[in-house]
């Protein structure tokens, strides 16, 4: 499944991006963490900044209902923010079980609308006290897994039968198989990757590949419902942060990347999952 390189430079000149993610006009939206901007690329080019959240965000994820969630990293937030239309900003959710949250870092929804996202902030693998969290359209919020090692980007695969962890300073994907009454079964290892750093944000194609931004490795990853890696993408940069499926059909691959202060996109042969938010 070759994938079609050289890149694209969709955006330049911010030094932390992250988090892409598309709203159902094809609008690009994206964050520049240092600044603690949310910013939005139009279809001319132009970049505006959308959102401020004053912490460090991260990841993005639409929800159906048009409004925007960002998992921020910051202390003054460490926690999943909503950003409506209208731009007016709230936080969802920071605590768990009366105590903070660590930072949060990415997000996915499900297709009932189930928020699953990801609770790094001083984690590491000497001090491996990451969780990963759901929180349902209800408002209750449940610890998925702790003691993780940076536990970093979250995708949930087209079935909604597992979702997907990458744990970045093991340099996993771990799986969490979902059954009968969305119970969830015990962490497993999808995938084991190699090279520095490790595996960051992610996505999945329409027949199940998923695409990593490997964090160090200067590469895309794409691994196969078998856990095999099976296609290798490379960056400009050494050091992709995350990924989107965007663009017509949602056959444009976009990966924003630290070392080069940009955003790149190129085509894919098989186009992404169609996620919670692309549906009205």
Partial sequence: MPV????????SGFDTTEGPAFDREGD???????????????????????????????????HRDGSLYVADEGDAIHGVLRIAPDG??????????????????DLVFDANGVLYFSDPWRS??????GGFYRYSPAGELEQIDRGLAFPNGVAINADGSAVFLAETYQRRILRYQI???K????????????????????????????????????RVDVIAPSGQVVDTIPML??????????????SMLVVTEYATHAIYSCSVPIPGQVLFGDID
Avoid at 124 to 129: D, F, L
């Fill in 88 to 105: 007016t900003i709230e936080t969802i959710v920071d605590h768990y079980l009366g105590q903070p949250l660590n930072g949060a870092n």
């Fill in 237 to 250: 940069g050494e050091l992709p942060t995350n990924v989107a499926f965007g663009g017509h059909n949602r």
């Fill in 183 to 218: 119970l969830l079964g015990k962490r497993e290892v999808f995938a084991a990757l190699e090279g520095p750093v490790g595996p960051d944000g992610m996505a999945f194609d329409v027949a199940g590949n998923l695409y990593v931004a490997y964090h160090g490795g200067g």
């Fill in 28 to 62: 690009l939206y994206f964050v520049n963490s240092s600044t603690s901007a949310i910013l939005r690329r139009r279809a001319d080019g132009s970049v505006e900044e959308f959102a401020n959240t004053g912490g460090i965000p991260a990841g993005l994820a639409f």
């Fill in 124 to 129: 590491s693998k000497e001090n491996p006290i």
């Fill in 179 to 181: 059954g009968a009454g």
């Fill in 4 to 11: 079609d390189v050289p890149m694209t430079t969709l955006a």
